[in-house]
């Protein structure tokens, strides 16, 4: 795993370029909105539902 990390500065290769940059930047954008909208949907609908008979949520 070090070395992973390790590599990529001591080496005069390039790993990524900018269609990786690009590519990371849509994954990242899809993962926060997907995890923004399960925040903002998700948590308040199971809080909802914990206070009826059909969920129970905590120990």
């Known amino acids: ?3 992973g990390i390790v590599i990529p500065y001591l080496s005069d290769y390039t790993m990524f370029d900018e269609h990786d940059d ?3 930047q849509q994954a ?3 993962t926060l909105a997907v995890f923004g909208w399960l925040a903002a949907i998700g948590f308040p609908s199971l809080g909802a ?3 009826t008979t059909y969920l129970e949520w905590g120990p």
């Open 22 to 24: 690009a590519i990371r």
């Open 28 to 30: 990242s954008g899809v």
């Open 1 to 3: 795993m070090a070395a």
């Open 49 to 51: 539902l914990s206070t």
